[in-house]
């Protein structure tokens, strides 16, 4: 049903004013309910008072009121006829002709307003500054007058020693009342202490005040870039605003950063950074850090060309995560996983350290003498492994039972202190017997079966001396790969270590497998926030502060005299 609504307002000069609105539905709704098509906003109607419908013509239907006033009938519903209104409560309804294009039409009007008696609005008129015998002006300055005293001169008073001091003291308004805000958690044990920061009245903070407790802040360039030429004028308090909130004082935006860093080279020619403005549009590749040496060298990664490090470590990624499992001595196939090297720290943004003992060793084992003891030699240092074979042998040489003596020798017999009437000439048999096979295992150990696997192994000596010692080629391979980068793993959690160090297909240890500043892209966005992306500040990824490189030499803490005289007030 079409029903066109066309509310009358009785105005001044006995005109009437109309507001006219097309409602379409199966059924009106008329009463208090703002929901109605038609709404009756009076004390004196029901919420659902009733509804209009269209049965070959309008029909009026009464609600939950129950029976009500209608043309002064008792009735459930009635046909509204055109100049037949109908009184429902302190409302009149009417129907009119039916424009083109309706099903009908509806005037509503309010023919009987509601009366207040005149106490009531005695009760409800607005009061004035007139009605109380004030005019402006004079209730302008009282109320400027009362916020001074108030709000300044008594919260002055102890900050400027003014005249009434000792008054202001006693006063429940002191200087808190221009504290615009809590301060971040560190800085609430000095919260009360104003002048701990705030050193001058009306005055800034100054960087003096912050590095008496932040002595030790590392500074953003090495000295060589002269810092305090660098940064001049520029204050603590551009990047860390207090009284904001309690959990942090940083900026979120990257203004302060990309001031200097979109030309990095007109503010610091001897920066070694390229220019940056944006992670999202404006972002230089990442640099790696390559391992040489006691040192490390910086990598920028390029498009299509893979980095590699000279590790001296045998291990292919590939090999370890085959879908079919790697062999091992005790359990069988066994299928690998990232998580079954990579345990996480206890922080859980980074790893431990892998280690020969708690992730390699239970594949690839250092025995010496499996069919005789389940002894392994030590990994570390080569000469210490040697050592410890021969110990073994000369031992079993001297010690051994037959059964032990000649599944490690391969000849019959039992060690020499077993035997009766043992001579010097056998003993010394028997001690070269174990120096041989101590040497053949050895060799065996670092050059066949197990060193050699993962590890560049070379003889210190010539081949043909009578006790060979081998070298192992250090392992070097970086800590932090980014160490200009923070980032951490647990926030990374949701994701997979394949989604960014594709490792799979890697048949070398050195090869190098960081993700690229395209994989991070895929998820992160710049400063500015973008639909689908995380927004990425400089801040998220990189610190202000490098720890490596000290604040200010030449900075000097107060005297203890004047920062007693500080905590005391």
């Not at 519903?77 to 109908?86: A, D, H, I």
């Not at 500054?129 to 004079?138: D, E, M, V």
């Not at 300044?152 to 615009?180: C, H, K, M, T, Y």
């Not at 077993?418 to 048999?429: F, I, K, P, S, Y």
């Amino acid at each position: 049903m079409k029903l066109l609504i066309v509310q009358r307002t009785p105005r001044g000069g006995g005109r009437t004013a109309q507001a006219k609105k097309t409602v379409t539905a199966e059924w009106i709704r008329v009463g208090r309910n703002s929901s109605c098509e038609i709404h009756l906003p009076d004390p004196r109607i029901a919420l659902e008072q009733g509804m209009i419908v269209n049965r070959s013509g309008l029909v009026y239907i009464e609600g939950e009121a129950g029976s009500q006033d209608i043309t002064r009938k008792s009735v459930r519903s009635v046909r509204m006829k055109p100049g037949e209104p109908l009184d429902i409560g302190p409302y009149r309804l009417e129907a009119l002709p039916a424009p083109d294009g309706y099903d009908g039409a509806v005037a509503v009007e309010l023919a009987h307003p509601l009366e207040i008696a005149p106490d009531l609005r005695s009760r409800t008129e607005r009061k004035t500054l007139a009605s109380l015998g004030l005019s402006k002006r004079s209730a302008a300055w009282a109320g400027a007058i009362a916020i001074l005293v108030l709000y300044f001169a008594i919260p002055a008073a102890r900050v400027l020693d003014l005249p009434w001091r000792q008054e202001a003291a006693s006063a429940p308004i002191g200087d808190r009342a221009w504290n615009p805000g809590h301060v971040i958690l560190a800085h609430q044990p000095i919260e009360n202490q104003c002048s701990a920061c705030h050193e001058v009245a009306f005055q800034h903070v100054k960087n003096g005040a912050c590095l008496q407790c932040h002595a030790k802040v590392a500074s953003h360039v090495a000295p060589d870039m002269k810092p305090a030429a660098l940064f001049a004028g520029t204050r603590c308090t551009s990047c860390h605003t207090e009284h904001k909130g309690v959990k942090t004082t940083h900026r979120d935006d990257d203004k302060f950063c990309v001031d200097c860093h979109r030309d990095i080279g007109a503010k610091a020619p001897g920066a070694g950074s390229m220019n940056v403005a944006d992670f999202a549009a404006a972002h230089p590749a990442f640099r790696i850090a390559i391992a040489e040496g006691g040192a490390t060298r910086r990598v920028r990664q390029e498009a299509r060309v893979p980095i590699t490090q000279r590790s001296h470590l045998k291990f292919p990624h590939g090999v370890h995560l085959d879908a079919k499992g790697v062999k091992s001595p005790s359990k069988g196939r066994v299928k690998l996983e990232c998580a079954s090297c990579h345990k996480p720290d206890a922080s859980r943004r980074m790893f431990e350290p892998i280690s020969m003992a708690k992730h390699c060793q239970e594949c690839h084992r250092l025995e010496i003498e499996p069919a005789v003891t389940t002894r392994e030699a030590p990994h570390g240092k080569p000469a210490d492994a040697v050592a410890m074979i021969e110990e073994f042998y000369a031992t079993l040489a001297l010690k051994g039972v037959p059964d032990s003596f000649q599944k490690a020798f391969g000849v019959p017999g039992e060690g020499l202190l077993r035997r009766v009437g043992a001579t010097e000439v056998e003993r010394q048999d028997a001690l070269r017997l174990a120096t041989r096979k101590a040497h053949q295992v050895a060799t065996d150990l670092f050059e066949v079966r197990v060193c050699k696997t993962c590890h560049e192994v070379s003889r210190d000596a010539p081949a043909e001396a009578s006790a060979p010692s081998w070298k192992i080629a250090p392992v070097r391979t970086a800590n932090r790969w980014m160490p200009a980068a923070r980032f951490d793993h647990r926030s990374h959690a949701q994701s997979k270590c394949a989604d960014c160090h594709d490792v799979a297909r890697s048949k070398s240890g050195d090869d190098v497998a960081m993700p690229a500043i395209e994989s991070c892209r895929e998820c992160h966005g710049g400063s500015q926030p973008r639909s689908g992306k995380v927004t990425s500040n400089c801040l998220l990824c990189h610190d202000f502060h490098q720890s490596s490189h000290p604040w200010d030499p030449a900075f000097k803490p107060r005297a203890p005299e004047r920062r007693a005289a500080t905590e005391a007030r």
